[in-house]
Nanobody
Framework: QVQLQESGPGLVKPSQTLSLTCTVS?????????WVWIRQPPGKGLEWMGT???????YYSPDLRSRTSISRDTAKNQFTLQLSAVTPEDTAVYYC????????????????WGKGALVTVSS
């Protein structure tokens, strides 16, 4: 059984960098699949932020590319999201998930999700 768990600070100040880690158990992130960060601001829909493939290739939302970085630590079986220069508009529940295909925006291809981590951007 694959499990994903987000971890990181729940409160970040404006202009700082948000950093979240997704710890994966039950499957090696370097073996297969695509590992995704998604967020949902309060009252809004899901937003696909970026993907790191099993090959370590990364793909980012055009809207967030300049501020987003996704990396991985295969020894710890973790992948990490960094979002720089945050504003209150970045307040959201952040999810990590596994995609079978890596097709951008195809939420039906997601077969495992973390529970989500609420990150509030506020001074």
């Amino acid at each position: 059984q694959v499990q994903l768990q987000e971890s990181g600070p729940g409160l970040v100040k404006p202009s700082q960098t948000l950093s979240l880690t997704c710890t994966v158990s039950g499957g090696a992130i370097a073996a297969d699949y695509y590992w995704v960060w998604i967020r949902q601001p309060p009252g809004k829909g899901l937003e696909w932020m970026g993907t790191i493939a099993y090959s370590a290739n990364t793909y980012y939302s055009p809207d967030l590319r300049s501020r987003t970085s996704i990396s991985r630590d295969t020894a710890k079986n973790q992948f990490t999201l960094q979002l720089s220069a945050v504003t209150p508009e970045d307040t959201a529940v952040y999810y990590c998930a596994r995609s079978r295909t890596g097709t951008w925006g195809d939420y039906y291809a997601m077969d495992y999700w973390g529970k989500g981590a609420l990150v509030t951007v506020s001074s």
